[in-house]
Each structure stands twice: as C-alpha cells, then as structure tokens.
T-cell receptor
Framework: GAGVSQSPSNKVTEKGKDVELRCDPI?????LYWYRQSLGQGLEFLIY????????KSGLPSDRFSAERTGGSVSTLTIQRTQQEDSAVYLC????????????????FGSGTRLTVV | EDKVVQSPLSLVVHEGDTVTLNCSYE??????LLWYKQEKKAPTFLFML????IEKKSGRLSSILDKKELFSILNITATQTGDSAVYLC???????????FGKGTKLSVKP
C-alpha cells in the first residue's frame, strides 16, 4: 500500500481479554518494528522483524505479548490477558531494509492503535 | 544503558518566534539520528542525520548533528500555529535499526 496501515485505530477491551493489533507495512519493506507509546512516555521499542523472523524480541514487556509476521508483510501483535498498564498507543513502522542490509532509507509509521483496557 | 534526552520537555512561543530544540544521546552502535513531528498519532519524518556538521534544511526547519559532543538541534524559524506538535528525536541503533526515542518536546505556538 501507499503507507503503513494499522487496525483497529481504537480498541477498548476489558481487563483479562486478549487483543490482536494488525499492521500492514508498505509493500516491499522488509523491516518492521512495533513500538508502544504510553501517556507521558517516549516511544518504547517492542519487537523487530526482518522478513518473517523476529531476531529481536527484547522489548516485549512480558510473555503475555507476542507477535508474528506472515508472507513478509502483515504483522499481528497479540496481547493476552490484558492489564490496565497495557493501555497505550501501539505504533508500527516499516523500512525498506534495516541498516545491516544496506543504506537505511528511514522509517514510515502507521497511525497506531490506541488501546484502552478498562 | 542507551538513552536519548530531549530538552526542553515543553515550550510555549508566539507566532514568528524562532525556537531551538535539543537532543543529546548516549547510544552504542550509533547509525543515524532522526527527527519526527507528531501531531496526532503517526510521527511524520523530518530529517535523517548521519554525518557531523552538515545542516539539513526544509523550509523553515533545519537540523544539525554533532557526533563528537553527541547532540543534535532542530531549529524552527518564523514559527506558525501549525508547527504546534510534539517533536521526537530518535537514534538508529545497530544493524537491526531499532529506534531509541527521547520523550519529545511539546511545542505550542500561540497566535
């Protein structure tokens, strides 16, 4: 697509429920990143995909968080048994390639999913 | 621990003023530094800086990087109300290209 698309744009869920957040990157972008932005905080790295593999999951805050990417394209971030502290804006970014694979041409962000856990 | 620190955290100015936003960093395996403007949710790209001392310009915005002193500045001249936003500084780290973000500077431009 023309840009990075995320869905849903807003999600309100009850504590303890599972949620899935979707990211559709720019076509042909091999690198995909998930970030979380909590109120008053900077963007926090969660996970990095190169193609379908996730060489760096170090930012996932707990084992309730998981993510996958299929076909080198769409990625899904799943949060199980949501807690109130999971409330945040979840942003996805894609890049043509990661710096280790050649010149880096920057990152395009999606509009994010605002998750509210009540 | 890697960190990016932005200052000030917030700034209120009047239209026509010139502002300077600061970003200092301590990041292992530095690749480049990025500036973004965030108005709603999606940060929009402003500049990518890789080399010291080379000023990047786009209209009323300009930015420069000092890799010796580990900082960057973003200048906005003749500010307009449409410049009101949070300005984010991020450092690209390592071959994977993870971004380490500062907390941002919230700029408010009053008419």
């Amino acid at each position: 697509g023309a840009g990075v698309s995320q869905s849903p744009s807003n999600k309100v869920t009850e504590k303890g429920k599972d949620v899935e957040l979707r990211c559709d990157p720019i076509s042909g972008h091999t690198a995909l990143y998930w970030y979380r932005q909590s109120l008053g905080q900077g963007l926090e790295f969660l996970i990095y995909f190169q193609g379908n593999s996730a060489p760096d999951k170090s930012g996932l805050p707990s084992d309730r968080f998981s993510a996958e990417r299929t076909g080198g394209s769409v990625s899904t971030l799943t949060i199980q048994r949501t807690q109130q502290e999971d409330s945040a804006v979840y942003l996805c970014a894609s890049s043509l390639r990661s710096p280790g694979q050649g010149a880096n041409y920057g990152y395009t962000f999606g509009s994010g999913t605002r998750l509210t856990v009540v | 621990e890697d960190k990016v620190v932005q200052s000030p955290l917030s700034l209120v100015v009047h239209e026509g003023d010139t502002v300077t936003l600061n970003c200092s960093y301590e990041v292992t395996n530095f690749r480049s530094l990025l500036w973004y403007k965030q108005e709603k949710k999606a940060p929009t790209f402003l500049f990518m800086l890789t080399s010291s001392g080379i000023e990047k310009k786009s209209g009323r915005l300009s930015s420069i990087l000092d890799k010796k002193e580990l900082f960057s500045i973003l200048n906005i001249t003749a500010t307009q109300t449409g410049d009101s936003a949070v300005y984010l500084c991020a450092v690209v780290r390592g071959s994977q290209g993870n971004l380490i973000f500062g907390k941002g500077t919230k700029l408010s431009v009053k008419p």
